[in-house]
């Protein structure tokens, strides 16, 4: 079995609240479809791990360095976007989206069809090193709720990520 587990998370499992910089969080190992994966919780939504938790740990959310912007490197992107794809809950589909947007600007991802899952329009994508397909829900979100969805992703450089 792989073991390539993501660092932690900037958004809550449960909730979808941004973790705050020194506050307690709790860290879960999870199987899902034969891979390890890593859900992070607020402490205040922590209501103890899964039944088939594999592991979980209390920890302290890392405070960022303020470097200024950085700039985004599209692989580092694809393999975060790759980890969402393998099992978003609902709370990620949007950072899904956010990054399928991306990374199709970045031309990382190459946008094969359109197509309906659930009767919903969605986006057929292909990385550009023949990775994939990758099947994304398109998203209802406004312009306001990407930027926010961008700076919770990249720590307030998503100008560094456009």
Not at 15 to 32: D, I
Request: aromatic share 8%.
């Amino acid at each position: 079995m792989d073991f390539n587990i993501r660092p932690i998370s900037k958004i809550c499992a449960e909730t979808g609240a941004a973790l705050v910089a020194g506050s307690e969080c709790w860290s879960v190992l999870v199987e899902e479809n034969g891979k390890i994966v890593r859900h992070d919780y607020s402490a205040e939504a922590w209501t103890g791990p899964p039944e088939a938790a594999v592991g979980h740990w209390m920890c302290h959310v890392p405070a960022e360095a303020d470097a200024g912007p950085q700039l985004i490197d599209p692989d580092s992107l694809f393999e975060y976007f790759v980890q969402l794809c393998e099992s978003p809950n609902t709370v990620e589909q949007d950072y899904q989206y956010v990054l399928a947007l991306l990374l199709l600007r970045k031309r990382r991802l190459i946008l094969e069809q359109t197509i309906e899952i659930d009767d919903r329009p969605a986006m057929r994508l292909n990385g550009s090193g023949g990775e994939g397909p990758f099947d994304v829900q398109e998203r209802e979100l406004t312009d306001q709720q990407i930027l926010q969805l961008q700076d919770q992703l990249f720590g307030g450089t998503a100008e560094a990520a456009a």
